[in-house]
């Protein structure tokens, strides 16, 4: 039973020969006594529950500093992580490099090396077609001088035959 505070003010209490009638009067007080009580139980649960609120609102702050401190100790993780992948791209960029540079560097040694085995192969080359000229010169002139010499004979032979004859 809920009464209002104009419930109560507006109440009219009947006079009598002493006063007030003692019965409408202890009903009002009954009537206040039980929207007291009602109000203090309202009031405990609200209180109760604003307590409750405060103790869930505290553990709320406590949960967003923890959730806050969490963000930032990942951002500052991932902001770690970016800068040592950067790192470690800029070391291997600078290891690929330099092993580029050495294979370029080894590569170029051996293109000399065989730049010089070609030209002393081609000089190996003119010499021995020198060689072979020299002596295909030379066995062409033996050739040629013992033609000559065998024409001779024939010759000096077919001489001899005529007049042998």
Known sequence: MKVT???????????????YDIREVEE???MAADALEE????IM??????????????KYAANEDILRETITTA????????TNARKEAELVIAEAKLQAEEIVRQAQSRA????????????????????????IDYHSSVFLTEEEEARK???????LKYFSK
């Open 5 to 19: 505070p104009l419930e109560i003010k507006s109440h009219g209490l009947k006079k009598s020969f002493k006063g």
């Open 28 to 30: 009002l007080r009954e």
């Open 39 to 42: 109000a203090a139980r309202e």
């Open 45 to 58: 649960t609200l209180q109760e529950r604003l307590r409750d609120a405060s103790e869930r609102n505290l």
């Open 75 to 82: 951002q500052r993780m991932v902001d770690d992580l970016k």
């Open 112 to 135: 000399s090396h065989v730049q010089d085995d070609i030209y002393r192969l081609r000089k190996q080359r003119k010499e021995l077609e020198a060689s072979i000229k020299a002596v």
């Open 153 to 159: 004979a024939d010759e000096e032979t077919d001489k």
